[in-house]
């Protein structure tokens, strides 16, 4: 089956810095990577849509200065948290959809703890 | 506004009794609805959704678009089945997915 991976699964980073998670289909092209965010015991929310080649689409009330998302290729696509906050900690998930297929594979999911 | 809600945050049952997650959703066009399976320490994976009408792991999910609802059901609960289960929508001509807030199943020996 389709495969999609994320890294790091887990950082810590200090208020003020930036960090970079990615977000890989390793098996297949994934024309359409989607970013969630999950608070503990909660559900997943839907932060961006982002398709291959284009701007990513941001749900309403997502700051998209603040969560940069590239989909540069049809296999990787980042999430880039900047000038991080406690606030942000979260857990952040990708899921990818290829060009022919309608589900969605989801990756493992990034724990971020920002200090 | 689409909405997902799933009001059991917990459904504990024994083994081989009868099994069912309740799911009712807020669209106003028509919508995909999908149950996602989350088993610990693993990530999120489909279930089923209710254009294929399959069956899967003995799950069966009927859309009754009347009671907008998509509930998740078994007719005999396996201790496997224990994990989290959320049930999401996505709306005309998007793939991008609502989820429920989930409910937890607890499937005692």
């Excluded at chain 1, 899921?95 to 969605?104: C, I, K, P, V, W």
């Excluded at chain 1, 594979?105 to 990034?110: A, I």
Aim: charged share 20%.
């Amino acid at each position: 089956g389709a495969v999609v991976s994320q890294h790091p699964s887990w950082v810590i980073c200090k208020s003020g810095t930036s960090v970079k998670i990615e977000c890989r289909s390793l098996d297949f092209q994934a024309t359409t990577m989607f970013w969630y965010r999950q608070f503990p015991k909660q559900s997943l929310m839907l932060m961006a849509t982002s398709n291959e080649g284009s701007k990513a689409t941001y749900e309403q009330g997502v700051e998209k200065d603040k969560f940069l998302i590239n989909h540069a290729s049809l296999t990787l696509s980042t999430l880039t948290v900047t000038s991080a906050h406690p606030e942000d900690s979260s857990f952040y998930i990708c899921s990818a959809t290829g060009r022919d297929n309608y589900e969605q594979y989801f990756g493992p999911g990034t724990r971020l703890t920002v200090t | 506004a689409q909405r997902v809600t799933q009001p059991e945050k917990l459904l504990s049952v024994f083994k081989g009794a009868p099994v069912e997650l309740k799911c009712n959703y807020s669209y106003s066009g028509s919508p995909e609805l999908f149950w996602y399976v989350q088993y610990s320490r693993q990530r999120l994976q489909l279930l089923l959704r209710h254009i294929s009408r399959e069956s899967i792991k003995g799950f069966t999910a009927d859309l009754n678009k009347g009671e907008t609802s998509f509930h998740l059901k078994k007719p005999f609960a396996q201790e496997e089945d224990s994990a989290m289960y959320y049930c999401a929508l996505s709306g005309t001509g998007r793939r991008a997915l609502t989820f429920g807030s989930g409910t937890r199943l607890q499937v005692q020996p």
